[in-house]
């Protein structure tokens, strides 16, 4: 499936204030709920739909409802700045979790905790991790998602990695893959170049 890169103008406007080193904690989250509305609203725009009947105030009508449940799964920890904003814009998303941290010495990814409502197989997931560096925290997300039943999976990420986004078309080619932007490279410590540093750290003033 394809690899969809937003290139949106707005976002890359406020990524820019993400991305600056001395951009405070708060408007660092700030800037990531405007993005998370913006990027729900691109990444839900072919969502399937079936007929609903219903009245107007003028007459009988034929409307529209979403077809399928969807279900939202942050990577923890940095994940988490995500969900606010993709729930103020699909309110009647329901809410799983992962948690999956990189040893920083080997780079390979853990799950640490999951806990997800049921219909997994029914639902349409949406996987959402501010960052996409080697690649594998997500890629081991999918398999562990699809594994407990999952099939209609779609990752969304603002900032990748080239290295992020070959591991997902290799690994996972039935998952669409949707990046706010692409970065450059990784650095020798597996950091996105020129990336916004530890998105966790960032997001919650740890370090
Ligand atoms: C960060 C980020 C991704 C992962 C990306 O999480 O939020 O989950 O790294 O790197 P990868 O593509 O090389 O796997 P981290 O493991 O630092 O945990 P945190 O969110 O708790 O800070
Ligand atoms: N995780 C982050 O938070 N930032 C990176 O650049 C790479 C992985």
């Given at each position: 499936?394809?690899?969809?890169?937003?290139n949106?103008?707005?976002?890359?406007h406020?990524?820019?204030?993400?991305?600056?080193k001395?951009?405070?904690?708060?408007v660092?989250?700030?800037?990531?709920?405007?993005?998370?509305?913006?990027?729900?609203y691109?990444?839900?725009?072919?969502?399937p739909l079936?007929?609903?009947?219903?009245v107007?105030?003028?007459?009988?009508?034929?409307?529209k409802?979403?077809?399928?449940?969807?279900?939202?799964?942050?990577?923890?920890?940095?994940?988490?700045?995500?969900?606010?904003?993709?729930?103020?814009?699909?309110?009647?998303?329901?809410?799983?979790?992962?948690?999956?941290?990189?040893?920083?010495?080997?780079?390979?990814?853990?799950?640490?905790y999951?806990?997800?409502?049921?219909?997994?197989?029914?639902?349409?997931?949406?996987?959402?991790d501010?960052?996409?560096?080697?690649?594998?925290?997500?890629?081991?997300?999918?398999?562990n998602?699809?594994?407990?039943?999952?099939?209609d999976?779609?990752?969304?990420c603002?900032?990748?990695?080239?290295?992020?986004v070959?591991?997902?078309?290799?690994d996972?080619?039935?998952?669409?893959?949707?990046?706010?932007?692409?970065?450059e490279k990784l650095?020798?410590?597996?950091?996105?170049?020129?990336?916004?540093?530890?998105?966790?750290?960032?997001?919650?003033?740890?370090?």
């Amino acid at each position: 499936m394809a690899t969809t890169i937003l290139n949106h103008a707005l976002i890359d406007h406020k990524l820019t204030i993400m991305r600056e080193k001395d951009t405070k904690t708060i408007v660092f989250k700030d800037n990531l709920d405007e993005i998370a509305m913006l990027m729900a609203y691109e990444v839900t725009k072919e969502l399937p739909l079936v007929d609903k009947e219903i009245v107007t105030p003028i007459c009988p009508m034929i409307g529209k409802e979403l077809k399928k449940q969807i279900i939202l799964v942050p990577i923890l920890r940095a994940g988490i700045g995500l969900v606010d904003g993709f729930r103020r814009i699909i309110p009647t998303a329901k809410i799983g979790h992962i948690g999956m941290a990189r040893n920083e010495d080997t780079l390979i990814p853990e799950e640490y905790y999951a806990k997800f409502p049921s219909g997994l197989e029914d639902s349409i997931v949406i996987i959402v991790d501010p960052m996409l560096a080697t690649g594998g925290s997500a890629s081991a997300a999918i398999t562990n998602i699809k594994a407990r039943g999952a099939k209609d999976i779609r990752l969304v990420c603002l900032v990748g990695a080239p290295e992020g986004v070959k591991m997902i078309e290799e690994d996972h080619p039935d998952v669409e893959l949707i990046l706010a932007t692409l970065d450059e490279k990784l650095n020798e410590h597996g950091y996105i170049v020129p990336g916004l540093g530890d998105a966790g750290d960032r997001l919650f003033g740890t370090d």
